[in-house]
């Protein structure tokens, strides 16, 4: 129901734009969040966007890197990410919030409901 695309390989400094399309899902009313999981360690929270679009929160490490967008029309959800670093490879998960969700659940894993299958990001240095 989540399809994440858009990973790869790419140098320190370059960009990618990670997308991920819902089917199957009342998508305009799910707040909808990105994760990534790097080799050997937890899944953690990387930005979430809420169901209209209007608030957005991004975790520290990518902040004025990673921007988060979603396209309601197209059922999409963006991220885009600049200034890459090797610390940022892992793969990206893309999520739906539990609808009904408060704004303090955006970060927890446990929240969401949906999860896309990853896109590997690469960053060589």
């Known amino acids: 129901q989540l399809q994440a695309s858009g990973g790869g390989l790419v140098q320190a400094g370059g960009s990618l734009r990670l997308s991920c399309a819902a089917s199957?899902?009342?998508?305009?009313?799910?707040?909808m969040g990105w994760f990534r999981q790097a080799p050997g360690k937890e899944r953690e929270f990387v930005a979430y966007?809420?169901?209209?679009?209007?608030?957005?929160s991004l975790a520290d490490p990518v902040k004025g890197r990673f921007t988060i967008s979603r396209d309601n029309a197209k059922n999409t959800v963006s991220l885009q990410m600049s200034s890459l670093q090797p610390e940022d490879t892992a793969v990206y998960y893309c999520?739906?919030?539990?609808?009904?969700?408060?704004?303090?659940?955006?970060?927890?894993?446990?929240?969401?409901?949906?999860w896309g299958q990853g896109t590997l990001v690469t960053v060589s240095s």
């Open positions: 199957g899902i009342r998508f305009s009313t799910n707040g």
């Open positions: 999520a739906a919030l539990r609808y009904g969700s408060r704004w303090h659940e955006r970060t927890r894993i446990e929240s969401y409901t949906y």
């Open positions: 966007i809420s169901a209209a679009g209007g608030n957005k």
